[in-house]
Structures are given as structure tokens and as C-alpha cells.
């Protein structure tokens, strides 16, 4: 079945920092990827999607690549802030005929810590 | 406009209870999705709606689980003989449903559910 693997953390860095959590996936066909984020005391969110190979999705100076060719999708953002702290899941959902559906199948996420 | 909304926030319940965990989605969003993150996990899919009728159930673990969306908007998880190993998150997530592209699963904020 599909699987997503992240990095272990959690992962603690200085204001300014230049950050880098991979994402390996494996999927049948062509998935959709995601970067999710969960601050403090809130909900899941949505930071970022990339839908094809070679895509780039970025959001608040966050980026990843869709690499096909090994399977990862690695989130990084040149300089963090004290905000960005934060628990980070990279997910997939199952594409078939050019439609997105059905669940999203999470990594076990990386928790970030910023400090000033 | 209002978000996922989920009630109640918190629940406590003995070993060997019922429980039951509502979802209200966004307006308008006719897919809905039940998913469950255990302590330092991901979530995990249970169980995915498309208007009223179950699209994808196989992610409820047994058949203790149980989910209804009898109008196609509010959904209700149920639980039966609760054990200690059902303690986890319940999250719930809503999206516009299927179609070309991808459709945003918009999260709630999840039941914290505690079986003593």
C-alpha cells in the first residue's frame, strides 16, 4: 500500500536557519504530494502541493520539489522564523485519471522548534 | 466563513463505553473524512464520505467503528465497547468532492478522545 517516511525528529534550529525535512514516498501511479502543518493549538492546514513530477509547490518562503525519480518530496524554507515552529507532515493522495481522491496517506511528523 | 467544526473537543469515557464524535463541515462540501492521529503519529485514515454514502471505509480499524452521514452534511463516528487503545485524536476534514483536480480536505480541530 502507499507510505510516506520522514525524517525523524524533532528538529531544533536557530532564528534565521536554513531548514530541511525530507519526505519519502511509495505510491502506485502518479500521487499527489503535500506538505501539511499543525501550529500550536490549531488545526491541520494545508502548506503546500505539488500534483506532477517536476512540480514545485511553495508557500511563506516554503518550497518542495515533486522528484519522480526518487520518490521524495523534501520540504526546505531558506531562513526560519521563531513562528514557523511548528509539527510538519508531508502526505499523498492517489491520483487516477487526473482526479484527486479519497484519503490522504500521512508521514509521522517532524516537530520544529525555532528559537530566537 | 465557518471551518470544520467538531464537538466535543474533549472526551472522557470508561473502558467498555460508547461514544459518539460529530463532524459539521464546511457548507456546501459534500466530501467528508474521518481520520484518527494517535499520540507522535500522523493521522490515519478511517473512513471517507461522498454525500451520503460511505465511498471508502476501509481504514476503520473494526467493526466496533461506525460512521453515518445521513444528509449528506453532519457526520457522526460512533464507537462501541470503547478500549484503552481507541485513546487518540479524532480528526475531521471536509473538501468540495471529487472532480478535476484536487479537491482541499479542510481539517478540524479534532476530538481528543481518552478511554480510562
Known amino acids: 500500500g502507499d507510505s510516506v517516511t520522514q525524517m525523524e525528529g524533532p528538529v531544533t534550529l536557530s532564528e534565521e536557519a536554513f531548514l530541511t525535512i525530507n519526505c519519502t514516498y511509495t505510491?502506485?501511479?502518479?500521487?499527489?504530494l503535500f506538505w501539511y502543518v499543525q501550529y500550536p493549538g490549531e488545526g491541520l492546514q494545508l502548506l503546500l502541493k505539488?500534483?506532477?513530477?517536476?512540480d514545485k509547490g511553495s508557500n511563506k518562503g516554503f518550497e518542495a520539489t515533486y522528484r519522480k525519480e526518487t520518490t521524495s518530496f523534501h520540504l526546505e524554507k531558506g531562513s526560519v522564523q521563531v513562528s514557523d515552529s511548528a509539527v510538519y507532515f508531508c502526505?499523498?493522495?492517489?491520483?487516477?485519471?487526473?482526479?484527486?481522491?479519497?484519503?490522504?496517506?500521512f508521514g509521522q511528523g517532524t516537530i520544529l522548534t525555532v528559537h530566537p | 466563513g465557518a471551518g470544520v467544526s467538531q464537538t466535543p473537543s474533549n472526551k472522557v469515557t470508561e473502558k467498555g463505553k460508547y461514544v459518539e464524535l460529530r463532524c459539521d463541515p464546511i457548507s456546501g462540501h459534500t466530501a467528508l473524512y474521518w481520520y484518527r492521529q494517535s499520540l507522535g503519529q500522523g493521522p490515519e485514515f478511517l473512513i471517507y464520505f461522498q454525500g451520503t454514502g460511505a465511498a471508502d471505509d476501509s481504514g476503520l480499524p473494526n467493526d466496533r467503528f461506525f460512521a453515518v452521514r445521513p444528509e449528506g452534511s453532519v457526520s457522526t463516528l460512533k464507537i462501541q465497547r470503547t478500549e484503552r487503545g481507541d485513546s487518540a485524536v479524532y480528526l475531521c476534514?471536509?473538501?468540495f468532492g471529487q472532480g478535476v483536480g484536487y479537491n482541499e480536505q479542510f481539517f478540524g480541530p479534532g476530538t481528543r478522545l481518552t478511554v480510562l
Open positions: 476534514a471536509s473538501s
Open positions: 502526505a499523498l493522495v492517489r491520483n487516477a485519471g487526473g482526479t484527486s481522491y479519497g484519503k490522504l496517506t
Open positions: 505539488a500534483t506532477k513530477a517536476d
Open positions: 505510491a502506485t501511479g502518479y500521487p499527489s
